[in-house]
């Protein structure tokens, strides 16, 4: 999770592949939401705080329904650290 997340974020992006007009970190973010169904599940089945934390982060960076990343937020504000929960 976490290294998908960095994926996402922007931390795997080479120079080489920003000089060819790539943006690696989006074609992540597009590669990951075909399996957002595997990291909500990940976030509703954990009892690990910081797995349910990370995949939440990750959900942050790729889901673009900003409605349902707020409903899953809501249903989820005890569990989640304080910072992710505003």
Do not use: H
Not at 49 to 59: G, H, I, Q, S
Request: charge should be negative.
């Amino acid at each position: 999770m976490e290294l998908l997340s960095d994926l996402v974020a922007g931390e795997g992006q080479s120079f080489l592949a920003a000089g060819q007009g790539r943006d690696l970190p989006e074609e992540c973010r597009d590669a990951a939401r075909s399996g957002i169904w595997l990291i909500c599940r990940q976030i509703c089945t954990t009892s690990d705080p910081d797995t349910l934390n990370d995949a939440y982060e990750l959900l942050t960076l790729i889901e673009k329904d900003k409605g349902r990343l707020e409903r899953l937020r809501e249903s989820l504000s005890d569990r989640l650290s304080w910072e992710l929960r505003t």
